[in-house]
């Protein structure tokens, strides 16, 4: 089993930077491929990114390719989402989750996820 724990959310202005981070326990760690959602208030659950439980390949969801960047450090049992060229819209509370479904259903929804973490809420205003 896999307990995951967010931070790092905050108040930032449009057009600022902030990363997240997200620490997980257990030792099947570095197993599961981890993924970062977001959900604004009256919205459903949407994805952001993912990446395989070694590293490589991440995936972006539309609205954050190009200004988002998803890591992880197996070492040190995180994974972090650096955030850039924030625009309001970004607002949402963030969760990670893993999963180990195939890398191809990683952006299928939260569904394939088994392990969520309690979010972190990001706030970016205008």
């Known amino acids: 089993q896999v307990q995951l724990v967010e931070s790092g959310g905050g108040l930032v202005q449009a057009g600022g930077s902030l990363r997240l981070s997200c620490a997980a326990s257990?030792?099947?760690?570095?197993?599961?491929?981890v993924g970062w959602f977001r959900q604004a208030p009256g919205k459903e659950r949407e994805f952001v990114a993912a990446?395989?439980?070694?590293?490589?390949?991440?995936i972006y969801g539309d609205s954050v390719r190009g200004r988002f960047t998803i890591s992880r450090d197996n070492a040190k049992n995180m994974v972090y989402l650096q955030m850039s060229s924030l625009k309001p819209d970004d607002t949402a509370v963030y969760y990670c989750?893993?999963?180990?479904?195939?890398?191809?259903?990683?952006?299928?929804?939260?569904?394939?996820?088994?392990?969520w973490g309690q979010g972190t809420h990001l706030t970016v205003s205008s």
């Open positions: 257990g030792r099947t760690f570095r197993s599961y491929h």
């Open positions: 989750a893993a999963t180990n479904v195939v890398l191809s259903a990683l952006r299928s929804g939260p569904d394939v996820y088994d392990y």
């Open positions: 990446i395989s439980r070694s590293g490589n390949a991440p």
